[in-house]
Antibody, heavy 121, light 107 residues
Framework: EEQLVESGGGLVQPGESLRLSCAAS????????MGWVRQVPGTGLQWVAI???????WYPDYVRGRFTVSRDDSRNTLYLQMNSLNPSDSAVYYC???????????????WGQGTLVTVSS | SYELTQPLSVSVAPGRTAIITCGGD??????VHWYQQKSGQAPVLVIY???MRPSGIPERFSGSHSETTATLTIIRAQAGDEADYFC??????????FGGGTKLTVL
C-alpha cells in the first residue's frame, strides 16, 4: 500500500529554518514525481516545490531561494528545507506523489496527512 | 500567472446532482484534475485528466470539459460527499495551479 507520512512541523520564529520530512512506503521517491503543497487552514492549496524523477526541481516565486526540495533514495524520504521563514509561510504542508506527462500535465494521486508549520514570534 | 475560478459554495439536496465548475483562460486546452478534501483530512484525487476516475472513487463522480469550463458532477449526492473540492491544471508558466475551492454542502 502506498503511503506518505510527513513530519518535522512545529512552531518557529520569523527568520528561522525548518526541515520537513516525508517518509514514503509502497512508492519509490527516486523514481516518482513528487511535490510539496501547503494550505493555510480554511483556505486553498498552493504548491511550493516539485521534484521530478530526473531530480529536476521547480519552485514558485514566493519560495524560490528560501525553500529547497531534496530526497534521500536510501531512506526513501523526501525533504523540504525551509529557510528565512515568515508568518505567511504558516500552513499545513502536504507531501504528494503524482504523475507528470511532459508538456501536458502534472497532478498528484496520493497525499500525506500533512504537518503544521507555524511561524510566529 | 494562470488562474482558476471556482464558485465558493454549492448546495445540493440529498439524492440530487451537484455540479461544480472550474473556469480559466483556454481551459479547454488543459488537462483538469479534481480533488476532494473533507474536513481535517488531506486532499484525495477524485478525477484526473478531465474524465478519468481513480480506483476506489464511486461512479457517482464524473468530470467533463468544454472550451471554457471544466465540471465535476456528483450524482445522487450523499452526506458523505460534503467537502471542499479543488480543480487543478498544469500551466507552462505557472506550473501546478489550483482553483480556490468550492465548499459542497448536502442538505
Amino acid at each position: 500500500e502506498e503511503q506518505l507520512v510527513e513530519s518535522g512541523g512545529g512552531l518557529v520564529q520569523p527568520g528561522e529554518s525548518l526541515r520537513l520530512s516525508c517518509a514514503a512506503s509502497g512508492v519509490s521517491v527516486s523514481s516518482s514525481f513528487m511535490g510539496w503543497v501547503r494550505q493555510v487552514p480554511g483556505t486553498g492549496l498552493q504548491w511550493v516545490a516539485i521534484i521530478h524523477r530526473t531530480a529536476d526541481k521547480w519552485y514558485p516565486d514566493y519560495v524560490r531561494g528560501r525553500f529547497t526540495v531534496s530526497r534521500d533514495d536510501s531512506r526513501n524520504t523526501l525533504y523540504l528545507q525551509m529557510n528565512s521563514l515568515n508568518p505567511s509561510d504558516s500552513a499545513v504542508y502536504y507531501c504528494a506523489v503524482g504523475v507528470t506527462i511532459p508538456g501536458l500535465t502534472e497532478y498528484f494521486h496520493l497525499w500525506g496527512q500533512g504537518t503544521l508549520v507555524t511561524v510566529s514570534s | 500567472s494562470y488562474e482558476l475560478t471556482q464558485p465558493l459554495s454549492v448546495s445540493v439536496a440529498p439524492g440530487r446532482t451537484a455540479i461544480i465548475t472550474c473556469g480559466g483562460d483556454n481551459i479547454g486546452t488543459k488537462s483538469v484534475h479534481w480533488y476532494q478534501q473533507k474536513s481535517g483530512q488531506a486532499p484525495v484525487l477524485v478525477i484526473y485528466r478531465d474524465t478519468m476516475r481513480p480506483s476506489g472513487i464511486p461512479e457517482r463522480f464524473s468530470g467533463s470539459h468544454s472550451e471554457t469550463t471544466a465540471t465535476l458532477t456528483i450524482i445522487r449526492a450523499q452526506a458523505g460527499d460534503e467537502a471542499d473540492y479543488f480543480c487543478q491544471v498544469w500551466d507552462t508558466k505557472s506550473s501546478v495551479v489550483f482553483g480556490g475551492g468550492t465548499k459542497l454542502t448536502v442538505l
